[in-house]
């Protein structure tokens, strides 16, 4: 039944900026400047709102890119971290990335994670998250960060997971304040007070 | 590209699931009950956790059922609540639910959210959530809810979302308790320590 089932594509346009780009990133900043220049395409292709993230392993290899795909995917679900932890999961064909030997797996998002990608982390087998742009960058322009945990930083670390922040913050800041220049639509942003 | 896509069903059962209990629930009780049959079906069936969920519209109408298929699935975050928000937001065509009129949508789950689920809710227009079973009905037989801000029912409130509990709590617990016994995987609990 159609009603029971969903698919998601990132963006048409994705399979030729990986190819551009590659799939080797040596630097955390390598890896930082490959998603914010992801966010940075997904708002000049109109794609998605202005966030972006990736899945690397140990090597600095891209597992999984993700892209906000929000609007476009009639879905709240699919912000840039969840596409990433969804597509990695896919690849390596399991639920737990992290499971069952030393591979380390990390996240880098363009932007902080919000409540909901916060709380996605633990599940997918993360073992450490590197973040761009702050919380309030984002809320900033008006985007809606939700109502996360004080101490998140310290709530991840307490379960093995590395927090890492403000990667090349001036430049994710850049591609928010594009995205709010070019009038995209800032959704849930608290609307129901 | 094959790796930049994502498809998930419900499993087959549910269709005949459906058809068997109808679509409307006059009382919040009727809409638990449904609920709660849902994730006991889902252990019997041996095709996911012991968790589910459905999206009412404000007559008691079924919009859209979830169940937890985290690991058919190999993907963490398909826990039951996003599922179901998913199909809700595909169904109505709107990645926010209650925009735009008066409408009203009721999560209704048979255990209270985790830390993902709670931040995906303000993102998805769901006006008001239900729960059967308490975070530490679940944690009690293993599975880990992840960080949560203390007093989110507040914070929900604060949103303008309704926050009812213990519905039908002794029900939902006997599935977790089924599950237990069943020696289902307890996946995610906990293991970066």
Chains 1, 2 share one sequence.
Request: hydrophobic fraction near 40%; proline fraction near 5%.
């Amino acid at each position: 039944m159609k009603l029971l089932e969903f698919k998601f594509s990132l963006p048409g346009w994705v399979e030729g900026f990986l190819r551009e780009r590659g799939s080797k990133f040596s630097t955390v900043e390598k890896r930082m400047r490959f998603v914010v220049d992801l966010a940075r395409r997904n708002v000049q292709k109109r794609s998605g709102g202005p966030f972006a993230a990736g899945i690397f392993d140990e090597k600095g290899t891209l597992i999984a890119p993700g892209v906000n795909i929000v609007v476009a995917s009639n879905c709240s679900i699919l912000h840039a971290e969840i596409v990433a932890i969804i597509l990695a999961q896919k690849r390596l064909g399991c639920y737990d990335i992290g499971a069952g030997d030393e591979s380390h797996y990390e996240l880098v998002t363009s932007t902080e994670p919000c409540a909901m990608c916060l709380g996605a982390i633990p599940w997918s087998g993360i073992s450490c998250v590197v973040c761009g742009a702050r919380s309030e960058d984002a809320q900033s322009i008006g985007f809606d960060e939700g109502a996360k945990p004080p101490d998140w930083q310290h709530a991840m670390q307490k379960r093995g997971i590395k927090v890492v922040q403000d990667v090349l913050r001036p430049e994710a800041i850049s591609v928010l304040k594009e995205y709010a220049r070019g009038g995209g639509p800032i959704y849930n942003a608290g609307k129901r007070r």
